[in-house]
Structure formats: C-alpha cells, structure tokens
Antibody, heavy 116, light 112 residues
Framework: EVQLVESGGGLVQPGKSLKLSCAASGFTFSGSALHWVRQTPGKGLEWLGHIRNKANNHTTGYLASVKGRFTISRDDSERKAFLQMDRLKAEDTAIYYC???????WGQGILVTVSS | DVVMTQSPLSLPVTLGQPASFSCRSS???????????LNWFQQRPGQSPRRLIYKVSNRDSGVPDRFSGSGSGTDFTLKISRVEAEDVGVYYCMQGLQTPLTFGGGTRVEIK
C-alpha cells in the first residue's frame, strides 16, 4: 500500500525557518517524482513545486512566489522528500501535502502556522 | 500561468439525482503527444484530496463508475450520475500541462 506521511509542521514565528519531511512507503520511491501542495481557506489548493526522480537528475521546479524561499530535496536511501521553508510569512500558514508524481497518492497533510 | 475556473461554487444536490460541474482553462491543455492533462480531485470533509479522474476521462482504481469526466481543449466536465451521501465534499480540477501546475477554486457539493 502506498503511504506518504508528512511531519515537521507546527507553530513558527514570522521570518523563521521550518523543514517538512515526507516519508514514503509502498512504491519505488527512487523512480517517482514528488510534489508539495498547500491548502489555505483563502487560496485553495496551491502547487508549490516538485522534484523529479534520479533519472531526471532530481531537477526541481517551483511556484514563482516561493522560489528562493522554499527548497525541495529528497533522500532516496531514506525514502524521504523534504520542503525547506525559509523567511516564513503569515500567509504561508496552511496545510502542506506531499503527493506522488501524478497526484495519485497524497499524504494526510501537516499544518504549518506562522504567527508571533 | 494557466488559470483554472470552476463553476458553480456550490451545488446543492438531491440524493440519487445527477450532478455536473464545469472546469475551464485559460489555454488548451492538449500536450504535444496528444494527451490532455486535466485531472479531477475529490476532497471529503477532513480528508486529503483524492484523484478521481486523470487525463480528462480516465477513472482511478476504486472510483465508482457513477463518476465520469469529459471535455476537450479548454472545457471540461465532471458528472456524477446519481449522487450518494459519500459524495459530499469539494471537487477540484487541476491542469498538469505546464508548471506552475494550477488548480481550480473548487465546487462544493452538498446534499439538499
């Protein structure tokens, strides 16, 4: 069974950093691309970026508004993907999901709250 | 960026009756290989989104056949032939043609 489990969320102050993890099981992780998507009541579902598989050199792509602040990485040996979020703002408050390359499987989501 | 527009915002439906909702993209979603990269997702209350339909009309494994997707180019439709109570939630379309990948604002299905 495919499983994606996000962790690392919580309350963080504006301007600080947070790193989310996505632990995967039940599929060939190294062969899969992964995406990060967030959801807010105001903006709905928002794609943040992706990381391709090793065959595609682990290339990344980002939403313009988070490029330079957010970094996606992966560790195929640990079967994990990561979302490093720097210089966080109040508007980054959302539920963050990792999803498989074709959006056919999603994690349960993790809440990030940016507030002083 | 490709803008995805869904309508209606909310759809009250009667159990056992059909429901239909629309998704329009600001540009054609047809890729150079001929595939059209339009997905539909269902998000039940308190749950993560779940993909129902990919490439316009292909149902995912386990998705009841009362769900069907259709459309082409820039206009797409998701239909539920007979709404059941478990269909309550928000339905989103998403284009997978080009980055940034973008979602529609969703249609909320509720029971009358």
């Amino acid at each position: 069974e495919v499983q994606l489990v996000e962790s690392g969320g919580g309350l963080v102050q504006p301007g600080k950093s947070l790193k989310l993890s996505c632990a995967a099981s039940g599929f060939t992780f190294s062969g899969s691309a992964l995406h990060w998507v967030r959801q807010t009541p105001g903006k709905g579902l928002e794609w943040l970026g992706h990381i391709r598989n090793k065959a595609n050199n682990h290339t990344t792509g980002y939403l313009a508004s988070v490029k330079g602040r957010f970094t996606i990485s992966r560790d195929d040996s640990e079967r994990k993907a990561f979302l490093q979020m720097d210089r966080l703002k109040a508007e980054d408050t959302a539920i963050y999901y990792c999803t498989l390359g074709w959006f056919d499987h999603w994690g349960q989501g993790i809440l990030v709250t940016v507030s002083s | 960026d490709v803008v995805m527009t869904q309508s209606p915002l909310s759809l009250p439906v009667t159990l056992g009756q059909p429901a239909s909702f629309s998704c329009r993209s600001s540009q054609s979603l047809v890729y150079s290989d001929g595939n059209t990269h339009l997905n539909w997702f269902q998000q039940r209350p308190g749950q993560s989104p779940r993909r129902l339909i990919y490439k316009v009309s292909n149902r995912d494994s386990g998705v009841p056949d009362r769900f069907s997707g259709s459309g082409s180019g820039t206009d797409f439709t998701l239909k539920i032939s007979r709404v059941e109570a478990e269909d309550v939630g928000v339905y989103y379309c998403m284009q997978g043609l080009q980055t940034p990948l973008t979602f529609g604002g969703g249609t909320r299905v509720e029971i009358k």
